[in-house]
């Protein structure tokens, strides 16, 4: 509207200020965040509507198409009760493995993650991998300072059983140690049966069993468990090694 200083609108969505879960939300400055489930028709429309002036306003057509491959972050300044966003990420990796569907992706941000990650869930050949790694020019690092191995076998700050199509790329692994000959600490920890799992690039280091007579430590293990099932198609490349 000319010659007024107000110039805020009203935005809704479906004729719904705000909008709501089914067709998408948008805040008051015009974001819009799409629905978890495109809407049937795909299409909503956005309108700004003038507080000064509410007879006056405009619209949008905004057409909406389903993905499988989401994309989610961590970070170490997230939440685990966020919705995993670039901007509002989870907290942690642990967090992030209960949560994804096969064929997402997780991005961890730089920073120091002190857990130990269970994977208990797999991609699949139609829906696609799942995928863990550092964000694009940072270093997650996932460290075992102060976690205890598990004395009933190998434990490893990523464990991946009886599962498949998951892929590990781009971390630091470090700082496992034990001093239990019954402890066998791992960086990455393969078992059960599965296929399609990708270790790729990682730097793991300082993965230790001080128990020099008997005792074990693995910077990455796969041991097949679960026979007569196998695992297949492990792909270990470009990894880094240090003791």
Do not use: C
């Not at 978890?36 to 299409?43: E, I, L, M, V």
């Not at 939440?79 to 997402?104: C, H, K």
């Amino acid at each position: 509207m000319l010659n007024t200083s107000n110039t805020a609108v009203t935005w809704q969505v479906n004729g719904v200020t705000g909008g709501s879960s089914t067709t998408g939300t948008i805040s008051t400055t015009g974001l819009y965040t799409a629905p978890a489930t495109a809407p049937n028709p795909a299409t909503v429309t956005v309108t700004a509507i003038s507080q000064a002036d509410t007879t006056k306003s405009a619209t949008v057509q905004v057409n909406i198409v389903a993905v499988t491959g989401r994309i989610f972050h961590v970070s170490t300044t997230g939440s685990d009760s966020n919705p995993g966003t670039i901007n509002a990420p989870w907290r942690t990796i642990q967090y992030a493995a209960s949560s994804v569907q096969a064929g997402n992706s997780v991005y961890v941000r730089a920073g120091v993650y002190n857990e130990s990650v269970n994977i208990a869930v797999s991609g699949s050949a139609s829906g696609g991998v799942i995928t863990f790694q550092s964000y694009s020019n940072e270093t997650a690092v996932v460290d075992g300072t102060g976690l205890t191995p598990s004395t009933a076998g190998t434990q490893g700050l990523f464990n991946i059983a009886n599962q498949s199509y998951i892929t590990i790329q781009g971390f630091e692994i470090r700082n496992y140690q034990t001093s239990s000959a019954s402890a066998a600490p791992a960086g990455i920890w393969v078992s059960g049966s599965g296929s399609n799992i990708s270790l790729l690039s990682n730097n793991i280091h300082n993965i230790v069993t001080t128990s020099e007579q008997s005792g074990n430590a693995f910077g990455i293990a796969v041991y097949g468990t679960a026979a007569p099932a196998s695992l297949d198609i492990i792909t270990i490349e470009g990894n880094r090694f240090i003791a």
